[in-house]
C-alpha cells in the first residue's frame, strides 16, 4: 500500500519507515525537521521511501499528499510534558487541529492508523488492569490533546487507534526523555537515580514491537477496525523502584534513593492490560531486560547533546 506518515522523521518515525518498507509497502514521510534529525537517511537508497520537508498543519500540503495514498499515519506531534507546555498552543494545533484536518481532508475509504497514549489514563491506583474501556481521564495537556484527537478518529470510518506504553529502545532519532532510556542513561552517566513517588507504575513496549504492532494493524485492519488497542509488554507494569533495580542489575554501582519530600510533576500511576490486541494475535515480544542492554551499547556511541524533546 501507498503511505503517508506526518512526523516520520521522529522517534517513531526512524524505526517504523523501515519497517514498512521491509514489508514492501510505499513509505512518504512528511516532516518539518523540527529536531534537526538524520534518522531517516539510511532509507534513501529505497526505491520506494520518499520525503516531503513541511508541516502537518499545512492544509495545502496535506491536501495534495493525502489524495495520493491508501493508508495515513499521523506522528506529527509535541510530546512529553515539557515540550508541550513549553509550546501549549503549537500543542493543540499539532495534536489536535492538524488531526482533525487530516481527518476531514481523507476520503472515508483511506485508513488512518493513530498512536495514542495510555498516558490518557492518568492516574488511578496502579492495582487494577486499565482496559480500552476505562475512562480516559488525561492529567497533561500532551494526554488531552492525544485523547481529544482520538476520540475525533474513532468517530469516523477506517480508523485503528493503539495507546501506546511508556516507548523505550534505540531509534536513528533517539531520545533520552523517556523513563526507561532516561533512567538507564543517568544510570551509567550520573551513578545514581534519585526517584519522586518510586511506587507508581506504568507500562512499558519497546520501539520495535511498536513498529511491529503498526505492521499487525496493517495486515489485519479489516477486523481491528474502528477500535482502541493498548499496545505495551503484558510483564512490565513496573514501578519506578522496580524498573531501576531492573537497570541495576546491569550498572551494579548504581546508587538508588527514594525521595521522602516533594514530588514528580509526572503523576501518571496506572496498569495497563494488552489482552484485546492479544486475541488479534499480537504480543510484544522485547523485554525490559534486553532494551536496557540495548541501551547500555547506544550509550558508549551517544553524543552529548540534541537528544531530548525539551
Known amino acids: 500500500?501507498?503511505?503517508?506518515?506526518?512526523?516520520?522523521?521522529?522517534?517513531?518515525?526512524?524505526?517504523?519507515?523501515?519497517?514498512?518498507?521491509?514489508?514492501?509497502?510505499?513509505?512518504?514521510?512528511?516532516?518539518?525537521?523540527?529536531h534537526r534529525t538524520h534518522g531517516l537517511f539510511q532509507y534513501c537508497v529505497e526505491e520506494h521511501f520518499d520525503f516531503v520537508k513541511g508541516d502537518a498543519r499545512n492544509e495545502t500540503l496535506i491536501r495534495d499528499?493525502?489524495?495520493?495514498?491508501?493508508?495515513?499515519?499521523?506522528?506529527?506531534?509535541?510530546?512529553?510534558?515539557?515540550a508541550?507546555?513549553?509550546?501549549?498552543?503549537?500543542?493543540?494545533?499539532?495534536?489536535?487541529?492538524?488531526?482533525?484536518?487530516?481527518?476531514?481532508?481523507?476520503?472515508?475509504?483511506?485508513?488512518?492508523?493513530?498512536?495514542?497514549?495510555n498516558s490518557g489514563y492518568g492516574t488511578k491506583?496502579?492495582?487494577?488492569?486499565?482496559?480500552?474501556?476505562?475512562p480516559m481521564e488525561p492529567i497533561s495537556l500532551y494526554g488531552k490533546t492525544k485523547?481529544?484527537?482520538?476520540?475525533v478518529l474513532l468517530d469516523s470510518p477506517n480508523v485503528v487507534t493503539l495507546r501506546l506504553a511508556t516507548v523505550f529502545g534505540v531509534s536513528g532519532r533517539m531520545r533520552l526523555d523517556?523513563?526507561?532510556?532516561?533512567?538507564?542513561?543517568?544510570?551509567?552517566?550520573?551513578?545514581?537515580?534519585?526517584?519522586?513517588?518510586a511506587h507508581f507504575k506504568r507500562n512499558y513496549v519497546h520501539i520495535q514491537d511498536v513498529a511491529r504492532a503498526f505492521c499487525h494493524v496493517m495486515d489485519n485492519f479489516e477486523k481491528m477496525e474502528g477500535?482502541?488497542?493498548?499496545?505495551?509488554?503484558?510483564?512490565?507494569?513496573l514501578s519506578k523502584l522496580e524498573l531501576a533495580e531492573t537497570i541495576k542489575k546491569y550498572v551494579p554501582e548504581l546508587y538508588i534513593h527514594m525521595a521522602d519530600v516533594g514530588s514528580d510533576p509526572d503523576k501518571r500511576n496506572y496498569i495497563v492490560s494488552n489482552e484485546k490486541i492479544g486475541k488479534t494475535g499480537f504480543f510484544a515480544q522485547h523485554t525490559?531486560?534486553?532494551?536496557?542492554?540495548?541501551?547500555?551499547?547506544?550509550?558508549?556511541?551517544?553524543?552529548?547533546?540534541?537528544?531530548?524533546?525539551?
Open 1 to 34: 500500500m501507498k503511505i503517508l506518515i506526518t512526523g516520520g522523521a521522529g522517534y517513531l518515525g526512524s524505526v517504523l519507515v523501515g519497517a514498512l518498507l521491509r514489508s514492501g509497502h510505499k513509505v512518504t514521510v512528511v516532516d518539518n525537521l523540527l
Open 65 to 82: 499528499l493525502v489524495a495520493k495514498q491508501d493508508v495515513v499515519i499521523p506522528l506529527a506531534a509535541l510530546v512529553g510534558m515539557p
Open 84 to 117: 508541550c507546555e513549553r509550546d501549549p498552543q503549537g500543542t493543540v494545533s499539532t495534536n489536535y487541529e492538524a488531526i482533525k484536518l487530516l481527518n476531514r481532508l481523507r476520503s472515508t475509504d483511506q485508513r488512518i492508523i493513530y498512536p495514542c497514549t
Open 125 to 134: 491506583t496502579g492495582e487494577v488492569h486499565c482496559t480500552e474501556e476505562t
Open 147 to 151: 485523547v481529544d484527537a482520538e476520540k
Open 178 to 197: 523517556l523513563l526507561v532510556n532516561d533512567f538507564t542513561h543517568r544510570a551509567v552517566t550520573d551513578r545514581s537515580l534519585l526517584l519522586y513517588e
Open 227 to 237: 477500535e482502541p488497542y493498548n499496545v505495551g509488554l503484558d510483564d512490565a507494569n
Open 288 to 310: 525490559i531486560d534486553k532494551g536496557i542492554q540495548e541501551l547500555l551499547k547506544a550509550y558508549r556511541m551517544l553524543p552529548q547533546t540534541g537528544l531530548a524533546n525539551a
